[in-house]
C-alpha cells in the first residue's frame, strides 16, 4: 500500500473530507486528491507530521514503516 492509499484510507475511517483534511494541515483539498492519488509524491516532512496528527496514526504507519495504523491518543468520547 503506498502513502497516499494509507492517507485516503485513513481518511475515510475517520469520516473526513479531503478539504477537512487539508485544511487540519494547511494544504488545499486538490493537494490532498494529489497525494492520494500518487501524484504528489514530494511531501514535505512537517506536512506528513501533521497529516498523522490529525488521523491519529504514526508517520511511520503512513510511511509504510510500521503495517498497523495504531491511534497516537486515546480519544474519550464525551457522554453529555
Same mark, same amino acid.
Given at each position: +500500500?503506498?502513502? #497516499?492509499?494509507?492517507?485516503?484510507? $485513513?481518511?475515510?475511517?475517520k !469520516? +473526513?473530507?479531503? =478539504? *477537512?483534511?487539508?485544511?487540519?494541515?494547511?494544504?488545499? !483539498? *486538490?493537494?490532498?486528491?494529489?497525494?492520494?492519488?500518487? %501524484?504528489?509524491?514530494?511531501? !514535505? #516532512? =512537517?506536512?506528513?507530521?501533521?497529516? *498523522? !496528527?490529525t488521523?491519529?496514526?504514526? *508517520? %511511520?504507519?503512513?510511511? #509504510?514503516?510500521?503495517?498497523?495504523?495504531?491511534?497516537?491518543?486515546? $480519544?474519550?468520547? %464525551?457522554?453529555?
Amino acid at each position: +500500500m503506498t502513502f #497516499g492509499e494509507r492517507v485516503h484510507l $485513513i481518511r475515510r475511517r475517520k !469520516k +473526513m473530507t479531503q =478539504q *477537512a483534511l487539508g485544511d487540519a494541515v494547511g494544504v488545499t !483539498k *486538490a493537494t490532498i486528491f494529489r497525494v492520494e492519488k500518487g %501524484d504528489f509524491a514530494d511531501v !514535505k #516532512g =512537517q506536512t506528513i507530521a501533521k497529516m *498523522a !496528527k490529525t488521523l491519529n496514526v504514526s *508517520a %511511520d504507519y503512513l510511511l #509504510g514503516l510500521k503495517p498497523d495504523p495504531e491511534p497516537l491518543y486515546e $480519544i474519550v468520547e %464525551d457522554e453529555n
